[in-house]
């Protein structure tokens, strides 16, 4: 993808050993976006959004379903877990 | 002039193809041959009603690697396809996947389908994916869906362009939205104001993941 926004996730969770983020942009791949832990404990990676709205969540330590703290929750929870919302906009033309 | 349109035409039936491949090999890398085969069929039907099959997808493989039942993956999807044509009817009968992606979640939300009517009426020659995801994310925020559907129909009834209506949620003044101050809504080219929030949770709180850096 050579268009799209870049967008930024951070989690501030630094008992964690290991956080990815998994949502529509990645096809819900657990493996394919890592966070690097920041020296603060923070952990983030950017990754970059076409247009339009997007649900994701955080996996910590492979197995711990985390949805992000600082974006509303996406309508409904079909798999127990709810998912983050976040709308990217188009730039100003 | 005919010659390139043809070429354009061959290369995006080439990458439907490529992608409806793709999303094949998906599924079948990550459900058991049962549970493949019923989504399948799911799908080939949601094809074959003229609805996009890429949200079903993405919702199937989110079941798998929440590590859901295939029997629940199966009833969410087909449920999730029942929802998009009801955005679709809601939408006039028409639109792009992320259209009905983002008019289910607005649905699902408790906006009304006479809104997605309204906003497609209003914005006939425009995608419609933003003003619905912004009226979803204003229900999300703690906004009535009324109030939301008045307030972003009224936006789009002005003219407003998608980048407008996207700083909505973060413009309004509602206690369950207040707290928010930092909009997690940019628009490409716009370079994150980045406030010391890496620092901890109330910190992190100011900037979601819509903290955006666009890359030169």
């Given at each position: 993808m050579t268009d799209g926004t870049v967008v930024q996730f951070t989690l501030p969770?630094?008992?964690?050993h290991q956080v990815v983020v998994v949502g529509d942009f990645n096809h819900w791949d657990t493996r394919a976006t890592p966070l690097r832990r920041t020296p603060n404990g923070t952990w983030r990676t950017t990754v970059r959004l076409n247009p339009g709205a997007h649900v994701y969540s955080f996996v910590v330590d492979g197995n711990r379903w985390v949805p992000d703290p600082a974006a509303p929750l996406a309508p409904g929870s079909d798999f127990g877990s709810p998912n983050s919302l976040v709308t990217v906009a188009p730039g100003a033309t | 002039m005919r010659y390139a349109g043809a070429v354009v035409l061959g290369l995006a039936v080439v990458t439907v193809r490529v992608d409806a491949q793709a999303n094949d090999d998906r599924l079948r890398g990550a459900f058991d041959p049962p549970t493949y085969a019923s989504l399948h069929a799911v799908m080939d039907s949601a094809r074959a009603a003229g609805l996009p099959a890429e949200p079903l997808v993405d919702k199937a493989l989110e079941g798998a690697a929440k590590h859901a039942s295939g029997e629940r993956i199966i009833a969410v999807v087909r449920d999730l396809s029942a929802r998009l044509a009801d955005a679709r009817t809601a939408l006039g009968g028409y639109g792009t996947a992320d259209e009905l992606s983002a008019g289910t979640a607005a649905l699902r939300a408790g906006i009304a389908p006479i809104t997605l009517a309204d906003l497609r009426r209003l914005r006939h020659n425009e995608q419609v994916t933003i003003p619905l995801a912004v009226a979803a994310e204003l229900v999300a925020r703690g906004v009535r869906p009324d109030s939301a559907s008045a307030r972003v129909l009224r936006l789009a009834a002005a003219g407003a362009r998608d980048v407008e209506l996207a700083a909505l949620p973060h413009s309004i003044a509602s206690p369950s939205v207040?707290?928010?101050?930092?909009?997690p809504v940019v628009g490409a080219g716009e370079e994150a104001a980045s406030?010391?929030?890496?620092?901890g949770p109330k910190a992190h709180g100011v900037i979601p993941a819509g903290t955006t850096k666009q890359k030169p």
């Open positions: 969770i630094p008992a964690a | 207040a707290s928010s101050v930092s909009p406030p010391t929030s890496l620092n």
